[in-house]
Structures are given as C-alpha cells and as structure tokens.
C-alpha cells in the first residue's frame, strides 16, 4: 500500500523517521542520532537531522505531509516550550525550521506521546476504547489522554506531563530541576539508575561479575539478565514495576482511566514489567475491591507507535 504520510519521533537519543500507509504500516524507515548541540536558532541542529533523514526517504519530493513528535512541553501553536530531554530544543518552531529545509512541505507538531497515543487509537491497543492513558517509557515518560474519543492537550497544549509528577520529594534530581519526578523511578534512565544503586549496594553479584564494574551496569543489562531467569534482576525489574504502578494508581485516582497502554523504548520489556506492576496496582489504587480492573497492555506499534502517531497525526491534519 502506499505511504500517506511521514512521522517522526524525536527522543532523547534517537530520532525516528517512518513512512506509513493507510493501516499504520511501516513502508519505509531510518534512524539518526539525536543532536544535542545547543545552536542558534533553538532546535536547528535537530531540525538539520531531520530534514537529512527525509531526504534520504523521499529525496525533493514534498507531498507527503510530515508530522513531528517533540519530548517536551508543545504549545497548540505548535512551538516546543520546554523540554528538559532535549534542552537544544527548547523555544523552538520546528514548523518553521523545517520549511526552511523543505520549503512547500506541510508539517505538524505535537508531543511524542501524544503521537503515540494517537496511533494506539487509531490502529492499535486502544482502538475501540474512548477513555484511556498512554505511557511512554524511554529516556524519560510521557504521557498522552485520550477522553471522549478525543486527545486532552490542556489549556495551553501541556497536558499529559505526567513523568514530572513528583512521587518522592526528596528522591534524585530530574533534569526538569524537581527531586523524585515519576520519570527518575521507572523510565529507561530510572532502570538503569536503579540497577546501578542495587550493584554498589551489592544485591546483583552475578551481574557485576558479568559486567566487571558496578558504574558501568545499564538498564538493558538487567532486562536481559531478568528474561533469562537471574532472580537479582528480576528483584530490580520487580522494584521498577512498584513505582511504575504507584504513578498510574495517581494517574487513575485523578483521571479514572481503565485501560493503560505501555509504549517506549523500554517497550522490548513489557513482558517483565507489565506484569510486575498489575501485582502491585490494585493494592494502591483507591476502593481497589469495587474498581473494575484497570488494563495495563503494551503499545501494538511497541516503541514505533511515537513515529507512526506523527504520520496518522499528519494524515488526519492534512487529509
């Protein structure tokens, strides 16, 4: 099938670049590393990456509409406030850089979770459902709400900030500037944070031995350790989904979500942790013995559902 639009999900270390058919379909990608070049005008480091990495995919042909996924804080006109994941970005108009680079090409921007969230709905593991919460797990977490069908986006375009919700006050700096934001608990920065604390304080020996150093431990260790039955790892996977679960026990005690979708880069885990944090869930959320279950499943499009929801986002905006 044909492309109908292009997506793209700038994160804290990747960025994404996708074409797309119809049905959410990967028909053609690539992949750069994410700049973090502080230059002159906000985001033109990044928005040169990008316009590399759509030439290299669709060469001068400018009508595919683009639609692009910022980590951060995106005002409804469409201009990246703050984003403490990629701070060579903040202020900037990635509409305009980019049509400076591929002038006539229509472009659209919005948070990277709500990108993802936008694709779980249309083609994925929320089709169907009206109300429901996506959780993207990567550098950082971000958050996209779907209600009434529609995507929440707030007075001032910030909903869904949600991995800045602080859950331990005197807990580790956030790069946001707050201590113990949800993100520094159960992200892929908060794995491998973590898993670090637990091989100083000595409770992954076998692990260490692997690895040689305790500093040098990552997250990725510890899912792969886990998948392959080392109890060490699973304690520490085990310890991600509490905090995992405490934050969306406050997301539905505010927003009575029923469904849940997992997506990120720490997506390749969800078989461990998604499991980790429905045994802890119930026991946190209010009137847990009347609530209906809340679903907690892994994005259908995995950790490409940022990339494909700024394709369908660019598909629905320039139909």
Request: hydrophobic share 45%; proline share 5%; charged share 15%.
């Amino acid at each position: 099938m044909a492309a109908i639009a292009a997506g793209v999900d700038v994160g804290g270390t990747k960025i994404e670049v996708v074409l797309i058919d119809a049905t959410g379909t990967i028909v053609a990608r690539t992949r750069r590393a994410t700049p973090h070049l502080i230059a002159e005008p906000a985001g033109a480091a990044t928005a040169s990456v990008i316009a590399e990495a759509l030439f290299e995919l669709l060469g001068d042909d400018i009508s595919l509409p683009v639609g692009l996924g910022l980590p951060g804080m995106m005002t409804h006109a469409g201009v990246l406030a703050y984003a403490p994941n990629l701070p060579s970005g903040n202020g900037a108009d990635f509409v305009h850089l980019m049509q400076t680079h591929r002038p006539g090409q229509r472009f659209v921007c919005a948070n990277d979770a709500d990108c993802a969230a936008v694709a779980e709905h249309a083609a994925g593991s929320a089709r169907g459902f009206n109300d429901f919460l996506m959780v993207t797990l990567g550098t950082g977490i971000g958050g996209g709400l779907f209600s009434g069908g529609k995507l929440v986006r707030g007075s001032n375009g910030f909903a869904g900030e949600i991995g800045h919700v602080v859950v331990d006050p005197r807990g580790p700096r956030c790069p946001c500037g707050n201590r113990g934001c949800w993100e520094r608990f159960a992200s892929g920065a908060g794995v491998a944070r973590l898993a670090r604390e637990a091989a100083i304080a000595g409770r992954l020996p076998h692990l260490v031995e692997q690895v040689g150093d305790p500093e040098l431990i990552r997250g990725e260790d510890v899912t792969r350790a886990a998948q392959e039955g080392l109890s060490e790892a699973l304690a520490v996977v085990d310890e991600v989904g509490w905090w995992l679960a405490l934050g969306i026990a406050n997301m539905a005690a505010i927003l009575d979500i029923g469904r849940v979708v997992i997506g990120g880069g720490l997506t390749q885990a969800a078989s461990l942790l998604i499991p980790a944090a429905r045994q802890h869930l119930d026991g946190m959320v209010e009137g847990g013995e009347v609530r209906p279950p809340i679903e907690i499943v892994a994005a259908h499009f995995g950790e490409q559902a940022g990339a494909i929801g700024a394709g369908f986002l660019a598909a629905q905006t320039y139909p």
